[in-house]
């Protein structure tokens, strides 16, 4: 199920709030010996292309018990991770025979699955929060969940979440915030960042801190909008202007009930909200997406997990009081 890479439809390009998965399943075999059927999804936009699983995978030092080794894709070694051995799932026989190739976070991973059935398209506010048993059986790495066809469940996974787990995730240049080369540092500033996964969070909360900044979190657009309305009321109740609460947003793309284009979208839309600056921080990191980030009238695109790139784009962007 080789996928061409392209540029998504005009529907995704304009924060109209939907996105394409693929549907892949994951099969448990259980203690009565039936087989469980995992319905579980990733984001279109992650994906470079569905293979069968390579042949020749190299065991490789330094890689968590979960990775199968580096196997050769298109001329460049990648981390072949075993989603059922992160999953502690006993496999059927013969089972993982392809490999979801994905690029986020700088990095390429191909995972192991054992069945690509389809691309679904899907709208953010259809997804919602897990159950909790679900979310604690995969460890509180799952985005949301979508219901569809026979009243089944489908599992948006946070790959994010999971690659810290492993110990995967890379931040760059988190050393080098203190003294970075071309930058004027203009103070310090009150900054909103919207992420659905609390990993994403907490190291941009990290590398924003350790600037010397003060950051509110939310976990979508929904929230977000929610909490910058809560601030423009306040404002005009005190005779202030909403820049008095917030000088900068860092908004992710990913997130269910609200993505970062619309809420981007709606920001600038408003007459009020649209004078605060917003920089899309997602691990897409495509020519599509920051095409899309400019549609929406972001200010700027950046990938995760880069300091001093992040540190830099705040000194220009943030609004200084």
Not at 31 to 39: A, L, N
Not at 174 to 201: C, M, N, Q, Y
Not at 209 to 236: M, P, R, Y
Not at 255 to 283: A, H, Q, W, Y
């Amino acid at each position: 199920m080789a996928r061409k890479r392209e540029l998504l439809p005009k529907i995704l390009e304009t924060g109209a709030n939907e996105l394409e998965i693929i549907d892949f399943r994951m099969y448990e075999v259980l203690d009565d010996g039936s087989i469980y059927e995992w319905i579980l999804g990733v984001n279109v936009a992650k994906v470079k292309e569905v293979i069968f699983k390579p042949k020749d995978i190299i065991k490789a030092p330094g890689l968590p018990p979960e990775a199968e080794g580096m196997a050769k894709i298109r001329g460049q070694m990648v981390p072949i991770i075993n989603l059922a051995r992160w999953m502690k799932i006993k496999e059927p026989p013969r089972a993982g025979r392809y490999v979801i190739v994905m690029e986020f976070l700088r990095e390429i991973v191909g995972v192991v699955v054992h069945e690509a059935k389809r691309i679904r398209r899907i709208r953010w506010a259809d997804i919602k929060r897990p159950p909790k048993s679900i979310d604690e059986k995969l460890g509180g790495k799952v985005i949301g969940v979508v219901e569809i066809e026979d009243n089944k469940l489908l599992l948006l996974l946070d790959f994010e979440g999971i690659l810290d787990e492993l110990g995967m995730i890379k931040i760059f240049g988190i050393e080098e915030t203190k003294e970075i080369e071309g930058i004027e540092k203009k103070g310090h500033f009150k900054i909103l960042i919207l992420d659905d996964s609390p990993v994403a969070r907490k190291i941009i909360r990290r590398i924003l801190e350790s600037d010397g900044h003060t950051v509110f979190e939310a976990q979508n657009g929904i929230e977000g909008l929610q909490i910058l309305h809560n601030w423009l009321e306040e404002a005009k109740q005190a005779g202030k202007d909403i820049t008095d609460y917030v000088q900068l947003i860092i908004s992710d793309i990913e997130m269910p009930g609200m993505d970062g284009l619309t809420f981007t979208r709606k920001v600038k839309e408003d007459p009020e909200l649209s004078k605060i600056p917003v920089i899309i921080n997602t691990s897409l990191s495509d020519r599509a997406n920051v095409d899309k980030s400019k549609f929406v009238g972001a200010d700027a695109h950046l990938v995760k997990f880069d300091a001093p790139d992040l540190i830099k784009l705040v000194h220009q962007y943030a609004i200084t009081k």
